[in-house]
């Protein structure tokens, strides 16, 4: 079964929701036939490399809220971290593109290593003093800590193009699903979790989508096959 997961770096609730599917998936029986995959989607498409402003002030911004708001909500998405076991600075983090950072996660990808590179990227996002955004050499860094070859990180970054049709196509694809807000959970291609479920709804998104798996069909037709017994041999 395949599980596929689109999200964004910038997003808290996806930093949560992470951490609730996957205790939901340690302790899925079928979990070793789980194939999770992480697809691109950004919450603010288009923004200029060097456009970095505080959280608190883009939440203002963009949402009409006053600042005791934002600094509640912050407070609130700490808290919710905290159950989790996830650190989260509720201040002075800043805001910015993470199309680079999807870039690099489709790179990752290619080379079993995005994962490792997901779960750093948001670890330096909301649990670090150090900013994430406009700074390829700390991306850099992050590559490398994953797994990934210096150099290799360095062209990717270097490169506008390199890896963005694979981003914008998985922001195509999230919008044909009817996904307008991340995290997104598609299971199968059958059932779709929206939002920072609790585990228990992921764990019951995971039964229901093995449980109504398909049976293999089998193609009838004559042919040569081993088995538990041996090979079968052509007679002359």
């Known amino acids: 079964m395949r599980v596929e997961i689109w999200s964004d770096i ?16 340690a ?3 079928h979990r070793e036939q789980v194939e999770v995959v992480h697809r691109s989607f950004e919450l603010d498409p288009g923004r200029a490399k060097d456009d970095v402003q505080p959280v608190l002030s883009m939440l203002t911004r963009k949402y009409g809220m ?9 407070d609130n998405l700490g808290a919710q ?7 989260y600075h509720t201040r002075g983090r800043d805001h910015g ?20 590179l997901l779960d750093l ?7 670090e003093e150090r900013s994430l955004f406009n700074d390829d050499e700390r991306l850099v860094e992050l590559a490398v800590a994953a797994g990934l070859d210096t150099g290799a990180v360095r062209e990717v970054l270097a490169d506008p193009e390199a890896y963005a049709d694979e981003v914008r196509a998985d922001e195509r694809e999230a919008a044909q699903l009817g996904a307008n807000g991340v995290p997104f959970f598609v299971l ?11 585990a228990e709804v992921f764990t019951q998104a995971l039964t229901r989508a093995w449980g109504d798996r398909p049976p293999l069909t089998l193609v009838d037709g004559d042919a040569e096959a081993c088995g538990p017994d041996g090979c079968a041999v052509p007679q002359q």
Request: one cysteine or more.
């Open 10 to 25: 910038a997003c808290p609730w996806c930093y949560v929701g992470k951490a609730r599917f996957e205790k939901a998936l």
């Open 27 to 29: 302790a899925f029986p």
């Open 66 to 74: 006053s600042e005791a708001q934002a600094e509640a909500g912050e």
């Open 81 to 87: 971290a905290a159950a989790e076991g996830l650190p």
């Open 97 to 116: 593109s993470t199309f680079d950072m999807h870039r690099l996660l489709h790179f990752a990808r290619e080379r079993g290593r995005q994962v490792e």
């Open 121 to 127: 990227l948001y670890r330096a996002n909301f649990a």
């Open 188 to 198: 199968d291609r059958t059932y779709g979790v929206s939002g920072a479920q609790p």
